[in-house]
């Protein structure tokens, strides 16, 4: 297993996954990430290089991140996210990752967009949530695989159906010891 630290701040991930932050959008969060490594997103590896991350619908207590390539002409991947909340914002954009076994890639657990106390942490297929709670010795939220596999590949617009199915895919979160719990009571379907 790598020894890195759990979370890094941008100058951490820098060091770290080799990822630049270089702009940022108040309205949908629109954020580039230049990564020299790959990185792993709930039902992905992202190649190294340099993604846009937009949230799609910010007033939803479950939100969707999507993720296009560098010049916002192809959507590489759709994912769900719960809030995430952190004591103190930061000038900067804060990404977290999860620790992975050696030879793997960094997974993505959350972002954070700057200003924000309240940011995205990622929901992964259940399988691999089991894997990332294990290694990490910490809760993952995971979602069936079934369910947000299809929402992903149908995902147009914020108030489509797709989007909607993935807000609606139900939420675990899992364990280290592999058990399931339900989300706190904050953080449940409204």
Partial sequence: MKTSRL???????????????????DIDHLTKMTFSQPVEVPGKVL??????????????????????NADQTRLEHVVLTIPD????????????????PAGSPEALKAWFYPGDNIGQEFVYPHDRAVQ????????????????????????????DEGATKLKQAPVKVVQP??????????QQER
Wanted: aromatic share 8%; net charge neutral; no cysteine.
């Fill in 7 to 25: 979370s890094f701040t941008v100058a951490g991930a820098l060091v770290f996954a080799g990822a630049s932050l270089m702009m940022a959008s």
């Fill in 47 to 68: 190649p190294a290089g340099t993604y846009m991350f937009r949230l799609l619908d910010a007033a939803s207590e479950r939100n969707v991140v999507e993720i296009y």
């Fill in 85 to 100: 909340e952190r004591m103190k914002a930061s000038g900067k954009t804060i990404v977290q990752f999860a620790e992975t």
């Fill in 132 to 159: 990332l709670a294990k290694a990490t010795n910490q809760p993952v939220y995971s979602t069936r695989s079934d369910v947000s596999s299809y929402a992903r590949s149908h995902v147009k617009s914020s108030h």
């Fill in 177 to 186: 010891n592999g058990e399931e719990t339900e989300l706190p009571s904050g």
